[in-house]
């Protein structure tokens, strides 16, 4: 099952609301979803999103793509976000391409990347507060 | 290898590790995929909107919009409510909205409100469904592009 291998379990796990681990989300490259995602969990983005995208953690793999807004506690762009982003860390990897405002408490760009956007910096812990 | 040679095997120049507060999510090539396809919307996420996929779907959470794909599986915690149109569905799960798919699976836990069209049905003892059972000839999802180029499996 997704998310069950040591390999890719996050140091973090999310909890739902009972308290249990809960498990990956992943939008497939076959997918498209026209509307909003919201999970407490991992959400991997292969496929498109247009839309909103809410979670924990949110990767955007490389042939993956969101048109409207991304709020995460943590975020990993390798593929396309057209759209502001809002997360307390965020990396946007060489293949990445984000435009839009990027908010966030630490935010890593590398080589190659394409960021268009204001990128405003916020101190720790600036999302759990604004979420109600 | 050569004693002169500077250059023997170059060190890998690894990408800077993103070093964030929070634990980053690993790139996806580390991800491994879930056997029952390529796409799963897992328990406690919620999509507002319409899904279409050309693969295998599994949904265990809560989708308000009409989904497309080509194999769905609906587990038993899911909740839909809209239009299910499938080459292959199996539904353990909550289906408000009609379905229109080659093969309808509904099992045990399965509670179904609206119209089925199908081309084989199986329903498992238990699983419940209010509304229309229509059989459909020949009635393949036509929308959906093979895999492939490959001919969309069944008649």
Same mark, same amino acid.
């Given at each position: 099952?997704?998310?069950?291998?040591?390999?890719?379990?996050?140091?973090?796990?999310?909890?739902?609301?009972?308290?249990?681990?809960?498990?990956?989300? *992943?939008? &497939?490259?076959?997918?498209?979803? #026209? &509307?909003? *995602?919201?999970?407490?969990?991992?959400? *991997?983005?292969?496929?498109?999103?247009?839309?909103?995208?809410?979670?924990?953690?949110?990767?955007?793999?490389?042939?993956?793509?969101?048109?409207?807004?991304?709020?995460?506690?943590?975020?990993?762009?390798?593929?396309? #976000?057209?759209?502001?982003?809002?997360?307390?860390?965020?990396?946007?990897?060489?293949?990445?391409?984000?435009?839009? /405002? /990027?908010?966030?408490?630490?935010?890593?760009?590398?080589?190659?990347?394409?960021?268009? %956007?204001?990128?405003?910096?916020?101190?720790?812990?600036?999302?759990?507060?604004?979420?109600? | 290898?050569?004693?002169?040679?500077?250059?023997?095997?170059?060190?890998? #120049?690894?990408?800077?590790?993103?070093?964030?507060?929070?634990?980053?999510?690993?790139?996806?090539?580390?991800?491994?995929?879930?056997?029952?396809?390529?796409?799963?919307?897992?328990?406690?996420?919620?999509? *507002?909107?319409?899904?279409?996929?050309? +693969?295998?779907?599994? /949904?265990?959470?809560?989708?308000?919009?009409? /989904?497309?794909?080509? #194999?769905?599986?609906?587990?038993?915690?899911?909740?839909?409510?809209?239009?299910?149109?499938?080459?292959?569905?199996?539904?353990? +799960?909550?289906?408000? +909205?009609?379905?229109?798919?080659?093969?309808?699976?509904?099992?045990?836990?399965?509670?179904?409100?609206?119209?089925?069209?199908?081309?084989?049905?199986?329903?498992?003892? %238990?699983?419940?469904?209010?509304?229309?059972?229509?059989?459909?000839?020949?009635?393949?999802?036509?929308?959906?592009?093979?895999?492939?180029?490959?001919?969309?499996?069944?008649?």
């Amino acid at each position: 099952m997704i998310g069950s291998s040591q390999a890719s379990q996050p140091r973090t796990n999310p909890q739902g609301s009972d308290g249990r681990a809960v498990a990956s989300s *992943v939008i &497939g490259a076959d997918l498209v979803v #026209v &509307g909003n *995602v919201e999970g407490p969990g991992t959400i *991997v983005v292969a496929g498109a999103v247009s839309g909103d995208v809410r979670g924990r953690h949110v990767t955007v793999g490389p042939g993956g793509r969101i048109e409207g807004s991304l709020e995460a506690s943590s975020v990993r762009v390798d593929g396309t #976000v057209e759209g502001p982003i809002t997360a307390e860390a965020v990396v946007v990897g060489g293949a990445g391409r984000v435009v839009g /405002i /990027i908010t966030h408490n630490a935010i890593t760009i590398e080589p190659g990347a394409q960021v268009d %956007g204001r990128r405003p910096w916020r101190p720790a812990g600036f999302l759990a507060s604004k979420r109600p | 290898m050569s004693v002169f040679s500077k250059s023997g095997k170059p060190d890998p #120049v690894s990408p800077p590790s993103p070093a964030p507060t929070m634990a980053a999510p690993e790139p996806m090539a580390a991800r491994p995929r879930g056997p029952e396809g390529n796409s799963v919307i897992s328990t406690e996420v919620k999509i *507002v909107g319409n899904l279409t996929s050309t +693969g295998d779907l599994r /949904i265990d959470g809560t989708v308000e919009g009409d /989904i497309t794909s080509r #194999v769905l599986t609906i587990g038993e915690g899911a909740k839909i409510d809209g239009s299910v149109t499938a080459e292959t569905v199996r539904i353990s +799960g909550t289906v408000s +909205g009609h379905i229109r798919a080659g093969t309808v699976a509904i099992a045990r836990t399965a509670r179904v409100t609206g119209d089925i069209t199908y081309r084989t049905l199986s329903v498992e003892e %238990g699983g419940a469904v209010e509304g229309q059972l229509r059989r459909g000839e020949g009635d393949k999802v036509a929308t959906l592009r093979p895999v492939q180029g490959t001919p969309a499996a069944g008649a």
